[in-house]
């Protein structure tokens, strides 16, 4: 077997791995990235003459890094806010919410009695059966658009 051969093969196979080393290191090293689903949009019926209600909803991160929801806005109410209900010594509360965090692979759930989107001087009265959309903003995953149904009062 000729010498000069086995090291110039030895040589090529050392820089075969050492490249097919450093493209694994740098394909893991890519930005774990959010994967947002906003799904089961909906929102209570309203009484006539009542100005506000809530939105509700599950806001799914599959992806492998966090993400945030920044702004929100609902398309039957000129002003939406993010509210949390807070209850101390029996007497409940809501709060603006700040800083909600979109956990990597977890949820953030909008649900009556704790988080939701306050929408306020609604445009009409929600009606059951009426749609609805939301148009969302995230920090990473940028906007969304997603539809909503509005259920009777005492439905869900």
Not at 144 to 149: A, E, F, H
């Amino acid at each position: 077997m000729n010498v000069g051969v086995t090291a110039a093969k030895s040589r090529g196979m050392k820089h075969f791995v050492l490249a097919s080393a450093l493209i694994l290191s740098a394909c893991s090293q890519q930005e774990a990235r959010p994967d947002i689903k906003v799904e089961d949009v909906w929102a209570r019926a309203v009484a006539p003459g009542q100005d506000s209600g809530a939105a509700y909803m599950t806001i799914r991160n599959d992806g492998g890094a966090n993400d945030r929801l920044n702004d929100i806005k609902v398309s039957v109410a000129p002003m939406t806010m993010i509210h949390q209900t807070r209850t101390e010594n029996g007497v409940s509360s809501m709060d603006k919410a700040d800083d909600l965090v979109i956990p990597a692979h977890g949820t953030l759930e909008l649900k009556p009695g704790g988080i939701h989107a306050m929408m306020m001087g609604l445009k009409v009265p929600l009606q059951p059966g009426d749609r609805f959309f939301v148009d969302l903003t995230f920090d990473k995953s940028g906007h969304q658009t997603v539809s909503g149904k509005v259920v009777a009062a005492g439905e869900r």
